[in-house]
């Protein structure tokens, strides 16, 4: 049953995950057009407005079924148009611009660690404190696990997230023609690892990226010295 609650909180999720989704893309906007591809600027997709990056089906749909019913979820923006005559060097350059989304969602998972490093030494800020500390502790811790769990999947080197990009722009170039070849396969492999748990009673293998983001996780949070 969908209580008010559940709706609240799956109402809130997909605001921080859209939030984090629009610096994600502006990231690789911003990049392209500094590499010399204006494409997605002239596009207007060179914005921290989240309604030119929404996807209805992957930002809000799938995010808000996932969300209700309990589970985890995945979605994506609308992809970010990058035009590989504009760039001097395609390959480097694509990667760079596959890499920026990522880094941006690190970079913001920084910024969200100093922001209650921030509160915590001018305003006294502890999640005891008051319902208020703790909603607001709330809301910012999970915007950051969202945005390190953003950064791991989508290094994953599987086409067509980020780090298939990534992968192939580090590669030699003969490498690189024989590593294009399984792109094909990447989403049917990417919808394997996500629903496999839901169809054989086998542990999912996106726990690991889960993992991983948790210790991404904590040691932001140590340097910036929150945790």
Excluded at 101 to 121: A, D, Y
Excluded at 177 to 199: C, D, E, N, T, V
């Amino acid at each position: 049953m969908f209580t008010p609650e559940r709706i609240y909180q799956a109402i809130l999720v997909i605001t921080q995950f859209i939030i984090l989704l629009t610096f994600h893309e502006w990231g690789h906007a911003k990049s392209a057009n500094m590499l010399g591809d204006p494409t997605a600027r002239d596009q207007g997709r060179m914005s921290l407005n989240p309604a030119v990056h929404i996807d209805p089906i992957g930002t809000l749909f799938l995010p808000l079924i996932g969300s209700l019913f309990g589970g985890g979820f995945f979605g994506w923006a609308k992809p970010v148009p990058v035009n590989p005559y504009n760039l001097k060097n395609p390959r480097r350059d694509i990667m760079l611009i596959a890499a920026a989304g990522p880094f941006m969602n690190i970079l913001l998972t920084f910024v969200i660690f100093g922001i209650i490093q921030i509160l915590e030494l001018t305003l006294n800020f502890k999640p005891y404190n008051s319902k208020t500390h703790l909603a607001i502790y709330q809301f910012l811790g999970t915007s950051a696990h969202i945005s390190v769990f953003l950064a791991v999947f989508n290094m994953l080197p599987l086409f067509p997230l980020d780090g298939f990009s990534v992968v192939n722009g580090l590669l030699p170039e003969r490498a690189s023609r024989q590593f294009s070849k399984l792109a094909p396969y990447g989403m049917p492999i990417l919808m394997g690892l996500i629903f496999l748990p839901y169809i054989l009673p086998v542990p999912g293998p996106l726990r690991f990226l889960v993992l991983i983001s948790g210790i991404i996780f904590d040691l932001i949070g140590k340097i910036v010295g929150v945790r």
